[in-house]
Nanobody, 114 residues
Framework: QVQFAESGGGLVQAGGSLRLSCGVSGSTFSIRSMGWYRQAPGKQRELVAS???????NYADSVKGRFTISRDNAKNQVYLQMNSLKPEDTAVYYC????????WGQGTKVTVSS
């Protein structure tokens, strides 16, 4: 059973930064492409960033140039550095492989005030 523990969210003013962390249980972490997803109120969950087992990254256009995804395979951790935050980044953020393969964790809430 793979489980996710997301943390690092909070309330921040527009233009600010946050760093999200996700701890992943399960021995297959290092071989999987991992992603950060978010779900804003009233909207569907969307993939915002992904990183392959080898470190190649991809970003949604809405966050490109502002967010950076990284991973530490030795610690089974994946991170999301978020800079220049905008109110439209307000959402609950989750991690899961890409494509999503396991039950979602609790997520971590990010609120960006204008």
């Amino acid at each position: 059973q793979v489980q996710f523990a997301e943390s690092g969210g909070g309330l921040v003013q527009a233009g600010g930064s946050l760093r999200l962390s996700c701890g992943v249980s399960g021995s297959t972490f290092s071989i999987r492409s991992m992603g950060w997803y978010r779900q804003a109120p009233g909207k569907q969950r969307e993939l915002v960033a992904s990183i392959s087992s080898g470190g190649s990254t991809n970003y949604a256009d809405s966050v490109k140039g502002r967010f950076t995804i990284s991973r530490d395979n030795a610690k089974n951790q994946v991170y999301l550095q978020m800079n220049s935050l905008k109110p439209e980044d307000t959402a609950v953020y989750y991690c899961n492989p890409t494509p999503a393969a396991f039950s979602w964790g609790q997520g971590t809430k990010v609120t960006v005030s204008s």
